[in-house]
């Protein structure tokens, strides 16, 4: 497999075109941001643990019956991956209320869902990611009915895995983002990252925050919440 031209450069990730048409390489940094962009700033250790945790993440889902764009890790930064076109849509599940939930709802952080809620943003930075309902997303071609059906059952059988995942390593899920693609086939696959940058993971026991709100919020220890839940996940695993 041979890497070729830089094709994107993103805020957490470069992706590079293969000499096979459908695969791509990304490449995690330890760059991070925050507030779209205004907040800017580096977590050293970062790229590595969002690529192995990532990776770990999905094929997990992959066995669990959830098709995902992962194909084979090739070093600490960089793995293959399937190429998508990119559904814009960001896909957010939340199981308790954080963040801008509780912020536009006036929710304390912490009140537990009786069921996970899932909402959308149009995937568009010069808009800031809007949020949007389904009805939006079709009228705007977003992506097809059936496309929402199926990323939505997805989304929700992500969620119920990655709970109990979680919760065997002592942590509590609050919620995440995920992003979905179609292959050159139409087929719909998990696509891009889970990680700490992209879900809110909180230690049961403490509610200790071990992800990317110590950054977006200066709570110090950011280096430090990232090693302690790649080592929940590795002792897990162990
Ligand atoms: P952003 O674009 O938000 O700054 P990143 O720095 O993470 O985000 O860049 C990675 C980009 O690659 C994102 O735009 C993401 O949607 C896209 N992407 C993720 N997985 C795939 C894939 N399998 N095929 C094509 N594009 C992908
Ligand atoms: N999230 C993300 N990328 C985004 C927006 C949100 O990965 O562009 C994740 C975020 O890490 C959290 C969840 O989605 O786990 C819900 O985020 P929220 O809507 O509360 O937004 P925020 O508080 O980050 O503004």
């Not at 066995?63 to 890790?73: D, R, S």
């Amino acid at each position: 497999m041979e890497k070729l031209e830089q094709l994107y450069e993103g805020k957490a990730k470069k992706v590079y075109a293969t000499d096979d048409p459908e695969l791509l390489i990304v490449d995690y940094k330890d760059d991070a941001t925050a507030f779209n962009g205004l907040k800017k700033g580096t977590i050293r250790g970062k790229g590595v643990i969002n690529n192995q945790m990532s990776n770990r993440l999905m094929q997990k889902l992959e066995k669990a019956g959830i098709p995902t764009h992962f194909v084979k890790e090739l070093s600490e930064r960089e793995t293959l991956v399937k190429k998508v076109s990119i559904v814009p849509l960001e896909v957010i599940i939340r199981n308790i209320a954080a963040g801008s939930f509780s912020k536009r709802y006036g929710v304390v952080e912490g009140v537990v869902f009786d069921r996970p809620t899932i909402e959308f943003s149009y995937k568009n930075d010069e808009l800031g990611d809007p949020l949007l309902n389904t009805y939006h997303a079709l009228a705007l071609k977003l992506a097809t009915q059936a496309e929402i059906d199926t990323i939505t059952d997805y989304a929700f059988r992500v969620d119920e895995f990655l709970k109990a995942f979680w919760a065997e390593c002592g942590v509590t899920l609050v919620d995440f983002k995920l992003e979905f693609g179609r292959l050159s086939d139409g087929t719909i696959v998990l696509a891009d990252e889970i990680s700490p940058d992209t879900c809110r993971l909180w230690d049961t026991k403490t509610g200790e925050k071990l992800d990317k709100d110590r950054f977006r919020r200066d709570l110090g220890g950011v280096e430090d919440a990232y090693t302690e839940i790649m080592k929940r996940l590795t002792e897990h695993d162990a």
